[in-house]
């Protein structure tokens, strides 16, 4: 296996996955990787993904945040213009929220690393 092929997230339906700087979602009951598609290149690796409870959207973290709808090819960058780069980790979802936040850690503007909450509907992001 190529020590550059990483997974990132699994669930009973996809799994989202990375080879270097770009990520992958398959479905898991096609056999054919023809079938994969690319649903974000991230400078530098991604840190973490992960597919929403609902299956509604993969998130990506790394050099900002990636979102990705499933229902469609759209999506949109967070963080990731050269002269704001956000670097973010550790992307999850907690029972706490609805299916529309994400969690993830970054560095604030005094220099402490937070976890934020993203509203990946509105794209607002707050500190917790």
């Known amino acids: ?3 550059a ?3 990132l997230y699994e669930c009973d339906q996809y799994r989202l996955y990375s080879i270097y700087e770009n990520v992958y979602l398959k479905n898991i009951h096609r056999s054919e ?3 994969d598609i690319i649903v974000a290149s991230v400078y530098g690796d991604p840190d973490s993904g992960l597919i929403s409870f609902g ?3 993969v998130a990506i973290a790394g ?3 990636t979102i990705h709808f499933l229902n469609g090819d759209e999506g949109y960058e967070i963080g990731t213009e050269a ?3 956000f670097w973010t980790e550790g992307i999850y979802q907690s029972g706490e929220d609805d299916f529309n936040y994400v969690r993830f850690t970054a560095y604030t503007d005094d220099g402490s690393i937070r976890v934020h909450r993203l509203n990946v509907f ?4 707050e500190v917790l």
């Not at 509105?122 to 992001?125: A, G, M, P, Q």
């Open 63 to 65: 050099c900002g945040i």
């Open 83 to 85: 002269d704001n780069v």
């Open 122 to 125: 509105d794209r607002k992001i």
């Open 5 to 7: 092929f990483r997974i």
């Open 1 to 3: 296996m190529n020590s």
């Open 33 to 35: 990787s023809d079938n």
């Open 55 to 57: 299956n509604d959207y």
